[in-house]
């Protein structure tokens, strides 16, 4: 059973610039969620997908966004790139209970 | 306002020896509850879980216990190992214990160190 495939897994922008990052969740799975992680917050919710709703939000800026696809894979998206989204941007792929997690991408804003 | 909050940034156990982390929580609400590891550059990967119905579950070496009163939890890893090594993250979830309606809230996570 293959696991969450996030691409890319290194990224480089320039402040200003938008991004786009995508995640494939375990077949079967309807629910994907996006977590930024940077040092000493830990991983802070960003938003979470089901059969292409996003049902549930955490407390980012409109410049974050997201939608799923009819195959359940995600997007997310970062508008206006500013040098404090420099971060591991981790997808979350979850079943019943537990969420599986990629890789992450990691985003670096020079 | 941290819905969920581990307060030890880091710690750190001699190999052999008892480990326990804790995490403290504040939304009434939670009712499922788990733990992750994450080595540096990778994503968590699960460890354990607990229902709120429950107040311990226990998997090989680690074992959670579940305080509702206290609104407190605990992961007991023994004996410690030098490849437990990670960052260990708390998360709760509200809704159908752990079903598919909650997403997972995090702590801040802890630092262990098992020492040879």
């Known amino acids: 059973k293959a696991g969450v495939t996030q691409t890319p897994r290194y990224l480089i922008k320039t402040r200003g610039q938008q991004v786009t990052l995508s995640c494939s969740p375990i077949?079967?799975?309807?629910?994907v969620s996006w977590y930024q992680q940077t040092p000493g917050q830990g991983l802070q919710f960003l938003f979470e997908?089901?059969?292409?709703?996003?049902?549930n939000k955490g407390n980012f800026p409109g410049r974050f966004s997201g939608r799923q696809f009819s195959n359940s894979r995600s997007e997310m998206n970062v508008s206006t790139l500013e040098l404090g989204d420099s971060a591991l941007y981790l997808c979350?792929?979850?079943?019943?209970?537990?969420?599986?997690f990629g890789q992450g991408t990691r985003l670096t804003v020079v | 306002d941290q819905q969920v909050k581990q307060n030890s940034p880091s710690l750190s156990v001699q190999e052999g020896r008892i480990s326990i982390l804790n995490c403290d929580y504040t939304?009434?609400?939670?009712?499922?509850f788990l733990w992750y590891k994450k080595y540096p550059a990778e994503g968590p990967t699960f460890l354990i879980s607990i229902s709120s119905i429950k107040d311990k579950n226990e998997d090989g070496r680690f074992t959670v216990f579940l305080n509702k009163s206290a609104k407190h939890l605990s992961l007991h890893i023994v004996p410690s190992q030098p490849g437990d090594s990670a960052v260990y993250f708390c998360a709760a979830s509200a809704g159908n214990y752990g079903g598919s309606q909650g997403n997972l809230i995090f702590g801040k996570g802890t630092k262990l160190s098992v020492k040879p």
């Open positions: 077949s079967g799975h309807r629910s």
């Open positions: 997908y089901f059969s292409e709703t996003q049902r």
């Open positions: 939304n009434s609400m939670f009712d499922y």
């Open positions: 979350a792929s979850k079943g019943w209970a537990e969420a599986f």
